[in-house]
């Protein structure tokens, strides 16, 4: 395409003045400034082209005009590029043609490193996680970066300038890229690594069939305009393909759903406005040109909240799998009766005590049976029984330490295990204590019942060592 710019100059310019081709992803782009016929300057611009000294430093595709006052000029522009042929063309003295492209830079910096700082969480998350969600939100995020820095030409400005096939290969590998890692973040959010179905191996196909054709691309093996159909045919279908899932988890009021839609729609409209702006239906201002990049980073946003809200979700399963846990180790160790430990509960009590005993930290381990039990049983039936044996338990606990452990072997027998005893006299003393607490009788309602004990005793490690 031929472009032609007519110019005059009513005053010598005070400072020179530049012409902008707003949009970098161009090819080929040779500027002439001729009059009555002549060329006066030119320069050969585009991403296919390494720059030379000659050419103006530069985002987007310019050049200095050479100006004098009152003569008239014509700008000659060709594009020659296989992509979107946006062009935004304006011509303005340097210094505010240099102002506008401060506030570009500014604002590319801000949105670059706000996913900049998105890229390394999840990485150092599934550096310390290893969850690899968030291995697939980095691909996702690195690939819409790299797409917006390619697009925006801050690539070839500032990370490799002069480099033709970067110039030609960065921006749609990144894309490919930002695409597989949406099928597998999608896939993992919604149905989990592990769930069998169509749904996952479709999404499966797609980000492999989708590693393919970028490997494809950078070998060569395949033609960016291959490429970039395949890109805008396959570009839609993780979202898609998703939409019934995430349906789903907003009838079950999960938040998961709602956000990707959300983030979908704002993608989507993003997408919507990129392609009018290819198809030249809206004009290409600054609000247009960068609206798939804020549409992009409102999506990675939104996708961040998702990791969030999957992160949480993992965490209350992990919680509830802990407590499950808890209550089954509690089951098996605790007598459901009295709440006290049982004859395993008090194996592992005993076990970590005896660990730590010696003749100068003594652990005596008592065995009491209750004399008068079984009347009581027989006479009042056995939730009486039952309503004693709590009292029984109860009584044990209010005359021993915390640090002392009472244990129900089952029937009417009980174990006390008292650690930490300095001295063997102290173990007798204990003994009489307890045979003493049972020297009145139980209040068991409007009832008062005598249940006496027999008591022995073993002093670790005097007596011996072994739990066994």
């Given amino acids: 395409m031929w472009l032609r710019v007519p110019l005059e100059a009513s005053r010598t310019p005070g400072s020179p003045w530049a012409i902008y081709v707003g949009y970098s992803s161009l090819q080929e782009v040779d500027i002439y400034l001729t009059s009555e016929g002549q060329v006066l300057q030119q320069v050969l611009l585009g991403y296919m082209r390494p720059p030379d000294k000659t050419t103006l430093s530069s985002r987007v595709p310019a050049m ?47 949105l ?26 980095a691909l996702v995020v690195l690939g819409s970066t790299g797409f917006s820095i390619q697009f925006f030409g801050i690539g070839a400005q500032f990370l490799w300038p ?38 996952p191996r479709v999404m499966y196909a797609g980000a492999a069939v989708t590693t393919l054709v970028g490997l494809a691309f950078v070998f060569d093996l395949l033609t960016p305009r291959g490429a970039t159909i395949f890109m805008s045919l396959v570009g839609p279908l993780p979202s898609l393909l998703s939409i019934p899932a995430a349906l789903r988890r907003v009838r079950e009021k999960d938040p998961i759903g709602t956000t990707l839609l959300v983030a979908w729609l704002a993608y989507g409209l993003a997408a919507v406005v ?18 798939f990049q804020f549409g992009a980073t409102i999506d990675m946003l939104l996708f ?27 089951l098996a160790h ?10 395993r509960g008090l194996y592992a009590e005993l076990a970590n005590s005896l660990q730590r005993c010696d003749p100068h930290h003594l652990v005596a381990v008592y065995l009491l049976d209750l004399d008068g039990f079984k009347p009581v049983n027989d006479q009042y039936g056995h939730d009486v029984g039952d309503e004693l044996l709590v009292a029984v338990a109860q009584r044990l606990r209010g005359h021993l330490r915390e640090s002392d452990v009472v244990a129900r072997l089952g029937g009417d027998e009980f174990v006390v295990m008292t650690p930490l005893l300095k001295q063997p006299e102290q173990a007798h003393d204990l003994g009489m204590k307890l045979l003493d607490a049972f020297r009145s009788p139980f209040a068991l309602g409007n009832r008062q019942v005598w249940v006496g004990l027999t008591i022995g005793y073993a002093l670790a490690p005097h007596d011996g060592s072994d739990a066994m």
Avoid at 166 to 187: D, E, K, Q, R, V
Avoid at 305 to 326: I, P
Avoid at 334 to 343: A, F, I, S
Wanted: proline share 4%.
């Fill in 64 to 110: 200095l005009l050479n100006l004098q006052a009152g003569q008239s000029y014509d700008v000659l522009i060709r594009i020659r590029t296989l992509g979107p042929m946006i062009l935004p063309i304006s011509v303005s003295e340097l210094p505010h043609g240099l102002y506008l492209a401060q506030r570009e830079q500014m604002l590319q910096g801000l």
């Fill in 112 to 137: 670059i490193g706000l996913a900049f700082c998105l890229l390394v969480y999840s990485l150092i998350q599934w550096a310390s996680q290893r969850e690899r969600l968030f291995a697939y939100y």
């Fill in 162 to 199: 002069g480099s033709v096939w970067m110039g030609s290969h960065a921006g749609i590998t990144a894309g490919l890229m930002a695409l597989a890692g949406s099928f597998l973040f999608l896939n993992h959010v919604l149905v989990g690594p592990t769930t069998q179905g169509l749904y």
């Fill in 274 to 291: 990129m392609v009018c702006l290819v198809q030249g239906w809206v004009p290409a201002n600054f609000w247009m040109m960068h609206s």
């Fill in 304 to 330: 961040m909240r998702v990791l969030g809200l999957r992160s949480k979700a993992l965490h209350l399963a992990a919680l509830d799998a802990h407590r499950e846990r808890d209550a089954m180790h509690s």
């Fill in 334 to 343: 605790t007598d459901p009766l009295t709440g006290l430990p049982n004859r």
